[in-house]
């Protein structure tokens, strides 16, 4: 097995997330003892009890998401210390655990790195009235001729058959009806709180970038791929502009995840809530094999090495 680790990004959160891991994990529950002490409140209360606005909050999802994915990590290397990724990467805000994963930095300097993100793009959202779609099953040529001409962008290449743009929700609403009048049957608009990888969000990622080259970072020990490149940065200066530059660009998963799988990885494990990732691996690459790393029962049934 050559195994690459992926991690979960926003909207996969729900309340009791984690909660079953850290009652059999010490080294998960250390994760979200480290959390709370960092962050000088309870973030694992709101992981475990919700109540569910508050954890869908940008300021307490994207800490909390990055906190149980990590859990989710320290439980599995508690079991199978020996498996070992040969890649990785993250939707989104997933990039910071793929950074952890390759011990690119420490966990609550990612986690001080995301909560600063998360307020940045929080006041990002709070300064503009923005809204995101999800196209089905359309000619990326012409979803990407309707944003240009609508003034939105693309948000995320995540599989083949799933396209997200982002904008203005005005000029977003148009450009939904003009891919329906294109003959696009399936776009949903998604209920976020705000215009995410687009322009829109390009303040938060200039102000991230100080943030980022004030903070400590090492080289990783295996591949990150990134969102804004689909590729592993060259130095550690890279990183941090590729992370500044995610939070306004479009996230290029479908890119990053075959070319993980070209340079010789077989198998997706993915930490975090929910099996979204896993489920686009399967539409992208069907014989690449995935696994979900979200609870006790599924820890308990990776295979031994």
């Not at 919700?50 to 990055?66: F, M, R, S, V």
């Not at 939707?91 to 909560?115: H, I, N, P, Q, R």
């Not at 303040?203 to 689909?230: K, M, R, W």
């Amino acid at each position: 097995m050559k195994p690459f680790f992926v991690f979960s990004g926003q909207g996969a959160q729900f309340a009791g997330m984690g909660k079953d891991l850290a009652a059999y994990s010490v080294a998960a529950k250390n994760i979200f003892n480290a959390a709370d002490q960092a962050l000088g409140y309870s973030l694992s209360d709101i992981i475990f009890n919700g109540p569910d606005e508050k954890l869908t909050q940008t300021i307490y999802c994207q800490p909390a998401i990055y906190t149980m994915s990590c859990a989710a990590l320290a439980a599995f290397y508690e079991k199978h210390p020996g498996v070992q990724p040969v890649a990785c990467a993250g939707l989104s805000l997933g990039e910071y655990g793929a950074l952890y994963a390759a011990k690119a930095f420490d966990f609550v300097t990612g986690l001080k790195l995301l909560a600063k993100r998360a307020e940045l793009m929080d006041a990002a959202c709070k300064a503009t009235n923005g809204s995101m779609a999800s196209v089905i099953n359309g000619d990326p040529a012409v979803i990407r001729e309707v944003c240009e001409k609508c003034d939105v962008d693309v948000a995320n290449f995540n599989s083949p058959g799933q396209i997200v743009i982002s904008g203005d929700k005005e000029l977003l609403n148009n450009a939904v009806d003009a891919l329906k009048a294109a003959g696009i049957r399936k776009v949903i608009v998604l209920n976020v709180a705000g215009a995410f990888h687009s322009r829109m969000m390009k303040p938060a990622g200039d102000a991230l970038l100080p943030v980022l080259e004030s903070t400590q970072f090492t080289t990783p020990v295996c591949p990150v791929y990134h969102n804004f490149t689909a590729a592993p940065a060259a130095d550690i200066n890279e990183i941090r502009k590729n992370l500044a530059a995610q939070v306004a660009g479009s996230v290029r998963w479908e890119e990053s995840v075959r070319a993980i799988a070209a340079a010789g990885a077989d198998t997706m494990i993915e930490f975090g809530p929910g099996n979204v990732l896993t489920k686009l691996c399967s539409r992208t690459l069907p014989d690449i094999k995935t696994v979900n790393i979200n609870s006790f029962d599924t820890l308990q049934a990776f295979p031994a090495e």
